[in-house]
């Protein structure tokens, strides 16, 4: 694997592959790798000729009170764990590589970005179409992986990748999950023993919606109600989105009927866990490409 830290090296690199007619999958990464990093991975390289991932913790996506500085970082193991998955490329730009100005130009897709997480981080998806367009168009990839675990964020990109006509496909991957279900996420690390225990009981909300689903509970309004109150069951938990919503436009739904997307956002002391599914009538499974 070559790491590459500066745009210009990277597009120096690619240059004779892209000549050659290879197909380039990109996975864009906050870093911090687990297992859900590397499931997107695996599926770039078996896809693509070459495999580019970059790891970038990026300012324009963060809130003035949130974690940049302590978000984790290890780029010794991130290219240890990348190295033994075969990837080709490494781009881990630093901010002044990616950001020598302040950035004057913004990608933004408001109707999408600025509800659920969005309305929690003002901006917030704002900063990921701007960095992901950014990175597109320094890595010019023939295919870009995202994890469904972030729902809204690949519902954004792709109306991105839509309204610009950006020459990108989006292949969405199915969360990943620990044993007791708790999707893996790199926050994970924030929680302590007690919250981690606790955390359990997000993948458990959304056993219990589909549940309550398939017994017959189609309002939407009662379905959050009853999520809400579910979780709130764990006292260590504090669930700040309960949102269900249409799976393909995530405007809300009054009634349920055949599918529909449950959000979650949900805090354990400082630390907020993103979760969701998509609930089938008749075949209750987590969301698929
Ligand atoms: N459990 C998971 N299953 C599948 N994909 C995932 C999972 N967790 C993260 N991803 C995907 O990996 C890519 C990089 O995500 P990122 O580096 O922010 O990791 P993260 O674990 O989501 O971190 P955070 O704790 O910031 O949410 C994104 O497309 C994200 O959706
Ligand atoms: C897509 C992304 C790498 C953009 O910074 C980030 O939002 C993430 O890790 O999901
Ligand atoms: N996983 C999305 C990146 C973020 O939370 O900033």
Do not use: W
């Not at 006509?165 to 996420?185: I, K, M, N, Y």
């Not at 269900?244 to 949900?266: A, C, E, I, N, Q």
Request: contains cysteine.
């Amino acid at each position: 694997m070559q790491t590459i830290t500066t745009i210009a090296a990277l597009r120096e690199a690619l240059a004779p592959h892209r000549r050659e007619g290879r197909h380039i999958g990109f996975v864009p990464t906050m870093g911090y790798l687990h297992e859900g990093h590397l499931t997107l991975v695996r599926k770039a390289r078996a896809e693509n000729d070459v495999s580019v991932v970059s790891i970038f913790v990026n300012p324009l996506q963060f809130g003035k009170n949130e974690d940049l500085d302590r978000y984790p970082r290890d780029l010794a193991r991130d290219s240890a764990l990348l190295t033994a998955a075969g990837v080709d490329f490494l781009f881990a730009p630093d901010v002044a590589d990616m950001y020598p100005r302040p950035m004057e130009t913004v990608v933004d897709v408001p109707l999408l970005g600025n509800q659920l997480e969005g309305e929690a981080r003002p901006g917030h998806f704002a900063g990921v179409a701007t960095v992901v367009t950014k990175l597109f168009n320094i890595v010019q990839p023939d295919a870009a992986y995202f994890g469904e675990k972030d729902y809204q964020q690949v519902a954004i990109i792709r109306r991105m990748v839509e309204d610009l006509a950006q020459p990108v496909h989006v292949v969405a991957v199915p969360t990943v999950r620990e044993a007791d279900g708790l999707a893996c996420s790199s926050r994970n690390v924030y929680l302590s023993a007690n919250e981690r225990q606790a955390a359990v009981i997000v993948p458990k909300a959304l056993e219990e919606a589909a549940r309550l689903f398939s017994q017959g509970l189609t309002d939407a309004g009662a379905m959050e109600e009853a999520i809400r109150d579910f979780i709130r069951r764990e006292p260590l938990a504090e669930p700040d989105v309960v949102a269900v919503r249409h799976p393909d436009t995530l405007m809300p739904l009054d009634l349920l009927d055949g599918s529909f997307l449950l959000l979650l956002y949900v805090r354990l002391g400082t630390t907020k866990l993103l979760d969701n599914r998509v609930i089938r009538l008749h075949a209750n499974k987590d969301a698929a490409a």
